[in-house]
């Protein structure tokens, strides 16, 4: 799943804080994706497989009351880590007006391409479509009974 000398570098250089939770997001997200290109999560599912745990459900409270857990569950922290991972890892990620937020790794993935999976999942998005699809149903079905009518 990683890059062999990525693993190596962060295992023979000394690496910052910031630096292996970097590396601990990546590998959390990468685990939450599997074989997915993009999967809606939140912070708190990527905080606890990036610090090894299959779920925030299985995270002890010893660890949820930890000083780590606590400092990147905040949004600034978090925030901090995600767009440094845009920058230099190939995340891809979108959280407009939504619970959660979508991600993807891959510099083959486009911004475009989650946005319109993020949206197109919305439950809003949906009861429009039904409402919009029924809309051209009514016109077809009566423009249809008119011409039949006229004969």
């Known amino acids: 799943m990683l890059n062999l000398k990525l693993l190596f570098e962060f295992r023979d250089k000394p690496k910052t804080e910031v630096e292996l939770m970097e590396f601990a997001f990546y590998i959390g997200i990468k685990s939450i994706l599997g074989k997915k290109q993009v999967t809606k999560t939140n912070i708190r599912h990527i905080l606890s497989r990036a610090l090894g745990y299959k779920s925030v459900n299985a995270v002890p409270i010893k660890v949820l009351e930890s000083e780590i857990f606590i400092k990147y569950s905040k949004r600034y922290y978090y925030t901090k880590i995600l767009k440094s991972l845009e920058a230099s890892w190939y995340l891809k990620q979108y959280s407009k007006k ?54």
């Open 98 to 151: 939504i619970r959660g937020i979508y991600v993807a790794i891959g510099s083959d993935i486009t911004y475009e391409y989650i946005i319109r999976i993020a949206e197109t999942s919305k439950k809003s998005y949906k009861e429009n479509k039904v409402k919009h699809d029924k809309a051209i149903a009514l016109k077809t079905i009566l423009q249809e009974l008119k011409i039949c009518d006229t004969h």
